[in-house]
Antibody
């Protein structure tokens, strides 16, 4: 079935790095843009970053610009989120989502905790 | 940046009630608005796209309306499964979510 599965979350110290993965199945991955959206504990949804279907365009929220990098490998049906210089305020569940205009398919999320 | 403001933040209602949630955009977004439902510990689920189009598989008691800067999500008869948090999202210019509306049991 159509699904996205995130992995790579964990506990990291402030200033550290982490790489998240989002593996897709059940649809033509190379035809769709993908987003990352995060949700801090007890808070609302925050859009983080976008990558076009072919990787030609990428956008970032101001809160992560210069620290996070999104990429994709269409041969592996996977999107990556490289997170550097992590801060306590980056602590959140990170979701990847498929773009059909609105976000029609979401992964289950992966938790990232930035703490010393 | 386009800001999205939902009201109310919390709503207490009973099964069978008609429920309306409002979402306002800081500038016109035409009809590029979506509504999502999120339950604790779960990913958001798309309910409505393009302001008023019902996503496949979503019960018809959910409906959306509006254009420009004012939008509403209506649940015609609240069911036990509908107690959740609801978010609006604009996708006219980049992407922005509202702060959420929690629908609680009265």
């Amino acid at each position: 079935q159509v699904q996205l599965v995130e992995s790579g979350g964990g506990v990291v110290q402030p200033g550290g790095s982490l790489r998240l993965s989002c593996a897709a199945s059940g649809f033509t991955f190379s035809s769709y843009a993908i987003h990352w959206v995060r949700q801090a504990p007890g808070k609302g949804l925050e859009w983080v970053t976008f990558i076009r279907y072919d990787g030609s365009d990428k956008y970032y929220a101001d809160s992560v610009k210069g620290r996070f990098t999104i990429s994709r490998d269409n041969s592996k049906n996977t999107v990556y989120l490289q997170m550097n210089s992590l801060r306590a305020e980056d602590t959140a569940v990170y979701y990847c989502a498929k773009d059909r205009g609105a976000f029609d398919i979401w992964g289950q999320g992966t938790m990232v905790t930035v703490s010393s | 940046d386009i800001q999205m403001t939902q009201s109310p933040s919390t709503l207490s209602a009973s099964v069978g009630d008609r429920v309306t949630i409002t979402c306002r955009a800081s500038q016109s977004i035409s009809s590029w608005l979506a509504w999502y439902q999120q339950k604790p510990g779960k990913a958001p689920k798309l309910l409505i796209y393009k302001a008023s189009s019902l996503e496949s598989g979503v019960p018809s008691r959910f409906s959306g309306s509006g254009s420009g800067t004012e939008f509403t999500l209506t649940i015609s008869s609240l069911q036990p499964d509908d107690f959740a948090t609801y978010y609006c999202q604009q996708y006219n210019t980049r992407w922005t979510f509202g702060q959420g509306t929690k629908v609680e049991i009265k």
